[in-house]
């Protein structure tokens, strides 16, 4: 059922920015990532809530470190892919700040407390905002 429910809403959510005018980019960068990662996200919850927290960890390194070179190396060795200029002005320098403020969390003390977790949501609320800014030309 989670499956179903991310296709439902990616497909309707993709439609909907694109007749708004939103680029394949701001749509890749938001709402396909957050389609895609509800059932992530739930796994994690789930393992979290049954006190498997090194699960969660390693979902997230996981996940990142699969979509980046799997995905991603697999794409290229095969149809080649373009990068814009655009995503150097603001998701990459999120990807290589937020990756290292994580692991700055995970080893302070081995847990990623309520207050960081919750910086963290807002660090997300910001850069999409930013990108949102950018992608739509508002920015730079």
């Known amino acids: ?9 990616v497909g309707a959510s993709v ?3 694109m007749r708004m005018g939103a680029s394949e980019l701001f749509v890749g960068l938001t709402i396909i990532a957050i389609g895609t990662s509800l059932p ?7 393992a979290v809530r049954a006190g498997h ?3 969660c960890a ?5 996940s990142n470190i699969f979509n980046m070179l799997l995905v991603g190396g697999g794409v290229s060795a095969f149809v080649g892919m373009e990068v814009r ?3 150097l002005l603001v998701e990459f320098p999120a990807l290589i700040l937020l990756s ?26 910001g850069i999409l905002s ?11």
């Open 1 to 9: 059922m989670l499956a179903l429910g991310a296709e439902v809403l």
């Open 15 to 17: 439609e909907m920015a």
């Open 40 to 46: 992530e996200l739930a796994a994690s919850v789930a």
């Open 53 to 55: 927290g090194d699960m």
């Open 58 to 62: 390693g979902n997230i390194v996981g």
């Open 85 to 87: 200029d655009e995503l």
């Open 100 to 125: 290292g403020l994580l692991l700055w969390f995970f080893k302070s003390g081995h847990v990623v407390s309520r207050r960081e977790g919750v910086s963290l949501l807002f660090l997300y609320v």
């Open 130 to 140: 930013l990108s949102a800014l950018s992608q739509f030309g508002y920015l730079f």
